[in-house]
């Protein structure tokens, strides 16, 4: 296993891990495992519920044994304690040392695992083996639970952290994730929806469904304009579930930049959650950094 280490991509209600094999860049998809999660669980079962799925494709010697994690913030990365809160997932991690928690479980040391922003991380994987290969400056951003954000330079990704920055009145993770899109859905239709994609499914041609993305598609482009006159990258990489529905929202986005003088490409990331495991995979690696902030 000296040149294999596990990359865990954590999101709002599953975890996803698999072997990576660090020479050539690539999953071992005969050992990828996908759980779903409640991140309302309390901190015990979520932590079992992460270890279970990482543990089921460990070796039998530990000793070896690298973990890259990829997980959602605000977190410190370095010394495994989350600062969740008010996100609708994993509040009750709130001050607890994940990693040690982790390792303990899996009876591992703490040095054997390292986290890093999902964010950056899937933004990592894409530049150097998927959307963004080829590109030395780019920017990257996860819509889901939450919007996630990162830069990419000269071989250094990190995570640029503008979920939680003020947004319109309030902070873009309340306007640019899956709860304000099935939340507004909720109230102007007073139906329910339990994710984009049913919202997608089910009521797609509901006008109000229409009128939802229009608005989804300008608190975007308001989003990535001052991002792209920040970073100047020549690439955006747009990754996470919602992007999944792009085709409702990505046109209008476009458009709203073009008409700003804004006509950098938007690429769709082409690997999933590949992306991100690669990119947790990598901590343990040379190629590149991942820098959190």
Known sequence: MNNIAIGVDIGGSHITASAVDLDIRTVMRNTRMRQYVNSADEAARIINAWCDVIRSIMPSNRNDIKIGIAMPGPFDYEKGISYITGLGKYENLYGLYVKELMADVLGVSPAQIRMNN??????????????????????????????????????????????????????????????????????LSGKKASNVEDLVLHHGTDPIVQEIFALFSRNLALLLTDFIHREKPRIVVM???????????????????????????????????????????????????????
């Open 239 to 293: 990754g996470g579930n919602i992007s999944k529905a792009s085709d409702w929202f990505l046109p209008g986005t476009q458009k709203i930049l073009r008409d700003n003088g804004i006509g950098i490409p938007i690429m769709k990331a082409v690997l999933g959650e590949d992306a991100t495991i690669l990119g947790a995979a990598s901590l343990f690696t040379s190629v590149g950094r991942i820098l959190s902030v």
């Open 118 to 187: 999902d964010a950056a991380c899937f933004l990592h994987g894409e530049m150097f083996a998927g959307a963004g290969r080829g590109s030395s400056h780019a920017i990257g951003i996860t819509l889901g639970t939450g919007t996630g954000t990162a830069t990419h330079h000269a071989g250094t990704t990190k995570d640029a952290n503008l979920g939680p920055s003020p947004f319109l009145d309030s902070i873009a993770d309340n306007y640019l994730s899956t709860r304000w899109v099935v939340g507004e859905f909720e109230r």
